[in-house]
């Protein structure tokens, strides 16, 4: 079979797994695809690529398509999230100085408690606080935010920074920062360098947050629909891939060979296993499913994933909800993923929408494919969303 | 007359920023800053109050001048990637030449062209100058693992040197391989077994 050679952009981050994995593991080539995985140096510049037709589709921050429906960040081309590509992954860590400051008050770094790490941060941090995340709309960013809601950080001033990740322990270093919400592998590098501390896994906050998705153009995805089924077919088999424990370890190495994330396969396997490394005195800490590619329809794009993502995006820069929630509900498209995934054995609800942070506990929901067993997404709080009665 | 531009250029070697600032200083009377180091980007930008903002698509400081598309206060200027409209098509050559723009909203086509043709054909030049000399350095190191190849098997054949490079290029023949991956696959060897 002729192999059709596909242009996608990625970040190099451990959540871009499916995407190596689809090509590394021959998943692409079932399908008749070699992908051409173009490295970005910045989140801009992958949105750009997508957007100016460089690359057919590109591993990107799910708040991102949701901000440009939303004429937020300067370039406006219509995207589509065809599916969401990982679940959590990023961890929030602190400066040395903070790290001290809050040993010394007490807090044992069980990276764990959301509520109580907020609350020791904010009496160690009086006069406020500067936070480094890696783009302005982004789930670090809509993480931090509903962290400062509901802990005491909501008291004291706090001012979120874009750093590039790579950059990020090098700001933590220089003051530049004084903690940071970043993805792996960027919080055990700094760890590792010994500029900080890791305080939480971002699933701390919401257990189950959208963190990558894949984006095509709208328009690509309606003129190319054989071309976008294959993509979306191989990425699918890939994450199914991922999810077998036995896997994990081939696919750490994988990911760490210099063509894609050039680490030592140890870093990258800190977070596949959900065993990270928190501070400088080797402290491990386990979560599970730090970050999760595949299983309780992790890959089907709610739409009202969308919609609170659009509504965050508009209570704090001031826009109509209302519509806002409304044009982000078009940008995930589960009638995409429903017909292009149907008859593989992915997992396809019912409902196109669910109420967002009410589960506690696996809850079985009637499906059209699969035992769909959705996996527990509260918020730190409580908080639910309801995306018909926001 | 109109009012020159004010334009900030963020582009860390300094050999390159001195390029752009004279081809933009040739085309117009504008006044250019430089802005060096990534600390604090979007504040000193900020402070530069620029209509256009100039950086290469492949600085991963780039993402710090998305905070500029979001306007903070009631007298912020917004800033936006320009594509919209008449600039669309530019937005797209800037892009193809390796650079991204950041414009203050409302400025006017007739404005911005000018001085976007001079910065894409100026990046474009630079952007042909890197490639042109990593692939210098390419076939230097190529040429350097074929003469080591060469060497080895004069030495262990007792041949000349053009009868080694025949061998070689025979043995890339036959195989449907360069001849410098070829010479790679004997260095490596020897290394191994010397």
Redesign the interface.
């Given at each position: 079979m002729k192999m059709l050679r596909l242009p996608i952009a990625y970040m190099p981050l451990v959540d871009a797994a499916p995407l190596i994995v689809a090509q590394e593991m021959g998943f692409a080539a079932n399908e008749g695809l070699d992908l051409d995985l173009i490295a970005a140096?910045?989140?801009?510049?992958v949105r750009?690529?997508l957007?100016?037709?460089?690359v057919d589709a590109a591993h990107l921050l799910s708040p991102v398509p949701v901000a440009m429906a939303l004429g937020?960040?300067?370039?406006?081309?219509a995207l589509s999230a065809v599916m969401v590509l990982s679940m959590n992954g990023d961890v929030i860590g602190v400066s040395r100085r903070l790290e001290d400051l809050l040993r010394a008050d007490g807090h044992p770094f069980d990276f764990r408690d959301p509520m109580a790490a907020g609350a020791a941060l904010a009496r160690v941090a009086p006069d406020g606080l500067t936070i480094g995340a890696?783009?302005?709309?982004s789930m670090h960013v809509e993480l931090l935010h509903r962290w400062f809601e509901a802990t005491p950080l909501a008291g004291i001033p706090v001012t979120i920074?874009?750093?590039?990740p790579?950059?990020m322990a090098e700001a933590l270093a220089?003051g530049?920062i004084d903690a940071f919400c970043v993805g792996e592998p960027w919080g055990s590098v700094s760890v590792e360098a010994g500029y900080g501390a890791l305080l939480l896994p971002g699933r701390a906050i919401w257990s189950f947050a959208p963190e990558k998705v894949l984006a095509v153009r709208t328009d690509w995805a309606e003129t190319e629909p054989h071309l976008l089924g294959r993509l979306m077919r191989a990425v699918w088999r890939a994450s199914r891939w991922l999810a077998n424990p036995d896997a994990r370890t081939a696919a750490s190495e994988i990911l760490s060979r210099p063509a894609w994330l050039d680490l030592p396969p140890e870093m990258i396997d800190r977070a596949l296993a959900g065993r990270l490394v928190v501070s400088s005195r080797g402290e491990e800490r386990h979560v599970d499913r730090f970050v999760e590619f595949h299983g309780g329809a992790t890959g089907f794009p709610w739409r009202s994933q969308a919609k609170w993502i659009g509504q965050r995006l508009a209570q704090r820069?001031g826009g109509d909800v209302t519509q806002a929630m409304a044009r982000a509900g078009q940008v995930f498209r589960p009638d995409i993923y429903r017909k292009q995934l149907v008859g593989i054995g992915a997992d396809l609800p019912g409902a196109n929408e669910k109420v967002e942070g009410a589960l506690h506990q696996p809850m079985p929901v009637p499906s059209v494919e699969g035992d769909v067993i959705l996996q527990p997404d509260a918020f730190l709080d409580g908080h639910i969303f309801d995306p018909y009665d926001p | 007359m109109s009012e020159p531009l004010s334009i900030v250029v963020v582009e860390e070697d300094r050999d390159r920023a001195i390029a752009i600032v004279d081809a933009l200083r040739d085309a117009g009377d504008h006044d250019v800053h430089v802005i060096g180091h990534a600390t604090g980007l979007a504040r000193k930008i900020a402070a530069c109050q620029p209509d256009i903002v100039l950086i290469d698509i492949d600085n991963p400081t780039r993402d710090m001048l998305e905070e500029l598309t979001l306007a903070s206060g009631p007298l912020d200027r917004p800033v936006a990637m320009f594509v919209s409209g008449a600039a669309g098509g530019l937005a797209r050559a800037a892009v193809e030449a390796g650079v991204s723009a950041y414009v203050v909203d409302g400025l006017l086509p007739e404005r911005l062209t000018p001085v976007m043709d001079t910065a894409i054909a100026r990046f474009q030049m630079m952007r042909q100058m890197r490639s042109e000399l990593a692939e210098t350095r390419r076939a230097l190191e190529e040429r350097k693992v074929i003469d080591r190849a060469k060497g080895l098997i004069m030495k262990s054949r007792r041949i000349g040197e053009d009868e080694a490079y025949a061998l070689l290029r025979r043995a890339a023949m036959d195989q449907g391989r360069k001849i410098v991956e070829v010479a790679q696959a004997l260095v490596t060897a020897s290394e191994l077994l010397s």
């Open positions: 140096p910045s989140w801009s510049s750009d690529m957007a100016f037709g460089r937020m960040g300067g370039v406006s081309t890696p783009f302005p709309f920074r874009t750093v590039p790579p950059l220089d530049e820069t | -």
